[in-house]
């Protein structure tokens, strides 16, 4: 373990929110193993991780407002499937699409 990773430079501010990201690949790898041990749900879920550590925080973080209630209309929500097609982050945009049909459904979109 690097010397940089210590509980004294996380306390002093000396780590940064990078220095702390998950890697795509062992996320990917963890969804073998789940998938191997009877947690389809759960693979899928480590999946999903692996594609949004590739996305810029700030891109993460306006994806999960905007899957909120009553935040986006339905146009808002296939350009964010759009995008997140266009960058890879095929089952993302899968959950985006699942999203947009339900809140159309129940009346939650804006």
Not at 3 to 15: I, P, R
């Amino acid at each position: 373990m690097s010397e940089k990773f210590t509980v004294e430079a996380a306390v002093d501010g000396k780590l940064e929110l990078a220095d702390l990201r998950m890697d795509p690949a062992v996320l990917a790898h963890q969804a073998v193993i789940a998938e191997e041990n009877g947690n389809p749900q759960l693979a899928e879920n480590f999946l999903r991780a692996a594609e949004l550590a590739t996305i810029d925080d700030e891109d993460v973080m306006n994806l999960y407002e905007a899957l909120r209630p009553h935040r986006s209309t339905a146009e808002d929500l296939a350009a964010l499937r759009a995008s997140l097609e266009g960058r890879g982050a095929t089952r993302c945009a899968e959950l985006v699409r699942q999203a947009a049909d339900v809140y159309a459904r129940r009346g939650l979109l804006r």
